[in-house]
């Protein structure tokens, strides 16, 4: 079975990257979170069956998490 990776690529409020980190981690389909340098705050790793999966864990569980300012997302092609 092939997977759907995703990066989730987060800016957060400041005083709020600890929140955002521990919130991210208890979310089902994210398999890596990595507190970062640089012009984001968190690198969210997103492993899941179906490209169809991604956009509600982005918009209903990701985006959502106070202290969370903007995200930019990247998702990879699916492997032959």
């Not at 705050?41 to 179906?50: L, R, T, Y």
């Not at 998490?65 to 903007?70: D, H, Q, R």
């Amino acid at each position: 079975m092939s997977s759907i990776k995703a990066y989730v690529l987060v800016v957060t409020t400041p005083g709020e990257t600890k929140n955002v980190f521990n919130a991210a981690r208890g979310i089902d389909g994210v398999v890596e979170v990595h507190e970062v340098m640089g012009p984001y705050d968190i690198v969210i790793e997103i492993e899941v069956g179906s490209l169809s999966d991604v956009p509600p864990i982005l918009s209903d569980q990701i985006r959502i998490i106070p202290g969370i300012e903007s995200t930019t997302s990247l998702v990879t092609f699916p492997s032959a």
